[in-house]
């Protein structure tokens, strides 16, 4: 068969070295109304798109002169921007999470029926469009119109993210964003919410470890009457909540593995059926995720279903620790120095010189929650006078934390600064003294919350809230 130019259609390049199914899908999609271009190696499909420019790739993975998955890997970091489909006989969880981290748009696992290549084809094609559309309208990510928050750092530390991140909008694919606490997973989440075509869906947040695992399946799924002791009526929930827009799944790692198993469902079929129920509700929306682990590692030794990553993370993005990327930390103290001084009616001071310095010298274990908690407590408290802030050095580390990583010498030359003991207000004493209390009782609970709560007489909740507010990442109390 050869190539019907006077087709007018969007074109296909296809690169399978088995004669038979090349004729065969060449047929499949040249009846949509595809052009397609056959071709059968690695080396040709190099040649031809050092010319040309086709509007969807589907590309074999097992090819005679090479791996379609190198081949893939290659051409992305030479900046191709084609959406690619990845087709191949080894349907292993392995392969297709390589297929999809080399950037692959959709993979398939051979043989597939006729329709699902035809449907793959059609969002693959779809998706690119609106990336075309999106990248000629909007060069540049928006702050989220509603709360004005701008993702500060897109210069400088932040800079790959933001470069993906108007492409990652325009694709319905699922995003799993990686990162310790409070280094920015949900303002990312509802920033590619707010670039997206979902916009004007509802964005719903959930927190995964904010709630008893029982309580997150019903709050999740919803209930019909008398599903359980206290199901007075039926309940619709959060998913179905998030219908038309996006569902924000944060610490996913959290989940017990029925919930993940329902929650694959929706992935897989798009549909949901309530606790104690069994009709099915179709659902239509985009799942964001985020966790501070390694799910990888979950996923080897069973505690996390590896089906179920991989359908979750589509499109990784790792967001990296504050210490990290030290440079964004000038521009988000005044960031937040705008925005705390603002709310109070005064006009934004600068740091002084010993303030930033010491801000630049410290770890920021809580990230940049941590520096806007720092920046807002200075502003409450009244470190400053009309044109700079003179903050109290930034919080010290609770005492004798576990080791913070090894590229974060930055803590102890914070702690080393200023002579003699150091004088707190109240209010500071107090958070410091709250704050081993906590870390305290997770390290005595081995990291669970349940039994930590208990420990601290106060509510999940509450306990929840306090490692937020103090930023107290996971490996200070764990284990
Ligand atoms: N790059 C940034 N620019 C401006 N503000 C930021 C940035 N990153 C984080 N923030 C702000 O810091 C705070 C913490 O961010 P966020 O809640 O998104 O972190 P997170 O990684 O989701 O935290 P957690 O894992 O603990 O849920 C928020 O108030 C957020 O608006």
Known sequence: MTVDAAVEGPEVLLVEDEHNLRELYQDVLGARGLRVVP???VTAAEAYLSRHAPDLLLLDVKLGDGDGLVLLDRLRKQGLRTPVIVMTAFGTVERAVQALRAGAADFLVKPFPNERLVSAV????????????????APTLAPDSETGRALVGAEGG??????????????????????????????????????SPRLDGPFVSVNCAALPPSLLESELFGFERGAFTGAHSRRKGLIETAEGGTLFLDEIGDMTLEAQARLL???????ITRIGGRETVKVDL?????????LDAMASSGLFRSD?????????????????RSRDIPGLIEHFLEKHATRKGLTPPRPDAETARRALAYAWPGNVRELENFVERAVVLGHFDSESLRAPQPPREA?????VAASAPAVASASAVGEGPTVQTL????????????IAALQASKGQKTAAARLLGVSYKTLFNKIHEHGIREELHIG
Do not use: F
């Not at 209010?427 to 906590?438: G, S």
């Open 286 to 294: 985009r799942v964001i995720s985020a966790t501070h682990r390694d």
């Open 308 to 324: 179920l990553l991989y359908r979750l993370a589509v499109i990784p993005i790792h967001l990296p620790p504050l210490r990290e």
């Open 39 to 41: 071709l059968d190696s």
């Open 122 to 137: 059609e969002a693959a094609l779809e998706t690119g469009r609106r990336l075309v559309e999106l990248e000629l309208a």
């Open 427 to 438: 209010r500071d004493a107090v958070a410091t003294a709250e704050r081993a209390a906590v």
């Open 265 to 271: 469902r929706v992935l897989q079929e798009r549909e």
């Open 399 to 403: 005492p004798a934390p576990a080791p």
């Open 158 to 195: 932040l800079r790959d993210v933001a470069a993906l991140l108007p492409r990652v909008a325009a694709s319905d694919a699922t995003v799993l964003v990686r990162g310790e606490s409070g280094t920015g997973k949900e303002l990312v989440a509802r920033a590619i919410h707010a670039a």
